[in-house]
């Protein structure tokens, strides 16, 4: 069982930086892929950044490539997104997952495939 409590979120203006960082409980933190997700009022989740146990390969959709990156302290059992440059469509309640996996090397896109969710936090972007 994995626990996660995301924190960091908060109301900023168009092409500030935020940092999100989400606190992990349980054991075999690195057993488990991490993703980022994000979902806006009316939309569906959509994942903004995802993330293999070992940390060595993530996943960006086009629409946040080169302005977001997650990272990962399997020491201190805390994923991290860093947001950067950001615009008004990025507004949405931010939630990280965690997925049990058998390789450290593979990470998922797809919110159908994480096991445990955080509660979410509120991104909002002012332009």
């Known amino acids: ?10 109301l900023v203006h168009s092409g500030a930086s935020l940092r999100l960082s989400c606190a992990a409980s349980g054991r075999t933190f690195s057993t488990y892929a991490l993703g980022w997700f994000r979902q ?3 939309k569906e989740r959509e994942c ?3 993330i293999s146990g070992n ?3 993530a996943y960006y959709p086009d629409s946040v490539k ?4 997650i990272s990962r302290d399997n020491a201190k059992y805390t994923v991290y997104l860093q947001m950067n440059s950001v615009k008004p469509e990025d507004t949405a ?6 997925a049990r996996v ?3 090397s593979i990470y998922f896109d797809r919110p159908g495939l994480y096991n445990y969710w955080g509660q979410g936090t509120q991104v909002t ?3």
Not at 93 to 98: K, L
Request: net charge positive; hydrophobic share 35%; charged share 10%.
């Open 1 to 10: 069982q994995v626990q996660l409590v995301e924190s960091g979120g908060g």
């Open 125 to 127: 972007v002012s332009s």
């Open 40 to 42: 806006a009022p009316g």
């Open 48 to 50: 903004v950044a995802a």
């Open 102 to 104: 058998l390789s450290s």
């Open 93 to 98: 309640v931010y939630y990280c997952a965690a």
């Open 55 to 57: 940390g060595g390969r």
């Open 66 to 69: 080169g302005r977001f990156t």
